[in-house]
């Protein structure tokens, strides 16, 4: 299929995104293995090296050359229509491959080739909001990586002060809850009383996927600062009886979406419960990012203290007491993982960050485990937020101001 587009931007030669194109074709038209991968390391090399406009022309290209053959899926799917059988399904399945799929697949046995594509689809999700016609490749993108990021390939790993600088130091980096304040903060935060755990993947060798750091202490924590305060030297003990989560950080942006922060808050949990049997309660210290948007879109008019209105915004209860979704990302994650909405504090934390974001208020969501597979099924099944006793009390004292 030729376009205008295409057409001036080839009029150059042998640009960086002609030569990306064109080795894409020879790559999904078929080599020798050996020959394969070296087509697949040029590919590699040239996509790294296209500007953010040829970037752009060359994933246009990829969802509209690359799409699937429409006369043999007009072709299968019409025999499925006449004849629904299995074999008919899969001849289906088959023909509606898009063929980038197949020419992405190839450019991941390139060495390296699985950090490409998670940074070419990192690249293609800043443009997607501009441009929803690239939505089909990163349908496929994501299909790929879920595949090969899915928990039978992940590694838990604790991460201490022993743990390579290398992987120290990209910690600091890719903080995204509570910043690192350099090398004496990171130390404290890997402290004795204090666990960090990372998933990660033989493909990506010293890059954190994923990873979490948790405080363990007598109580369930109603502040950050706290937390993220040195303990003084000398410190006299006290019986390690909660583990908090109070940081959650993806590292990968071109992973996004790709759902395995759930198993990493369960495998910590079985791993602080061998480590650690006088561990009792599970809980995390949350932050609430969209609080403060939400209050400015007019939840502030309700005549309710911040603490009910942050109850009603993670609940999706609305000003007439009708139940609905949950409205926050990170109160989805805890509540589709099974946790409970069990407190709320207000004045948590003052950081400015915290202030801009969420008023200060920070929570607790509890993961108690015999009501786990209860919860997470109220909510995916019905959108039911369940709730302590005194979150209710909140819920049921939401009034509107006449």
């Known amino acids: 299929m030729a376009f205008a587009w295409m057409s001036r931007l080839l009029g150059r030669d042998q640009s960086q995104l002609q030569k990306a194109i064109e080795l894409s074709k020879r790559l999904v038209s078929g080599a020798g293995e050996t020959g394969g991968t070296i087509v697949a390391q040029e590919l590699a090399n040239c996509t790294a090296a296209l500007n953010d406009e040829e970037l752009f022309q060359y ?10 053959d429409q006369p043999v899926l007009l072709v299968a799917a019409q025999a499925y229509v006449s004849e629904p059988s299995t074999l008919n399904a899969a001849r289906l399945t088959e023909a509606a491959e898009p063929r980038r799929q197949e020419l992405l697949r190839r450019l991941n046995t390139a060495p390296g080739g699985t950090a490409r594509i998670v940074a070419l689809r ?17 349908i496929d993108m994501k299909h790929l990586l879920a595949s090969w990021f899915n928990r039978g390939f992940l590694e838990l790993r604790r991460v201490d002060w022993n743990t390579p600088a290398a992987i120290l130091e990209k910690l600091i980096v890719y903080e995204a809850v509570h910043a690192i304040d350099g090398w004496d903060d990171l130390r404290g935060r890997l402290a004795a009383d204090r666990r960090c755990y990372g998933f990660f993947h033989p493909a990506l060798p010293g890059e954190p996927l994923i990873f979490v ?7 369930i924590s109603d502040a950050i600062a706290p937390l993220l305060d040195h303990p003084p030297a000398g410190r006299e003990a006290s019986p390690e009886t909660t583990a908090i989560f109070y940081s959650i950080s993806n590292c990968q942006p071109g992973l996004r979406g790709i759902g395995f922060g759930n198993f990493l808050i369960k495998q910590i949990t079985q791993n602080l419960r061998a480590e650690t ?18 209050l400015d879109a007019g939840g502030q008019q309700l005549g309710t203290g911040l603490a009910r209105l942050c ?22 994650f805890h509540l589709s993982n099974g ?3 069990d407190r709320i504090n207000e ?15 920070m929570v607790n969501y509890r993961y108690v485990a015999t009501a786990i597979e209860e919860n997470h099924m109220a909510f995916v099944e019905r959108g039911e937020v369940r709730v302590s006793p005194a979150v209710a009390r909140l819920l049921r004292s939401s009034t509107i101001e006449p």
């Open 213 to 219: 750091e948790v405080a363990l202490t007598n109580r």
């Open 59 to 68: 994933f246009r290209w990829l969802v509209d050359d690359m799409a699937p």
């Open 277 to 294: 049997p006088s561990l009792r309660v599970f809980a995390t210290l949350s932050p609430v990012p969209g609080f403060r948007r939400w």
């Open 347 to 361: 004045g948590a934390d003052l950081s400015a960050k915290g202030q801009a974001e969420s008023c200060g208020v």
């Open 339 to 341: 946790a409970r909405l």
């Open 122 to 138: 990192g690249k293609l999700l800043t443009l997607l909001k501009a441009h929803p016609e690239l939505k089909p490749l990163d």
């Open 311 to 332: 109850a009603m915004y993670l609940s999706g209860v609305q000003a007439d007491g009708t139940p609905g979704p949950s409205r926050d990302p990170v109160a989805n």
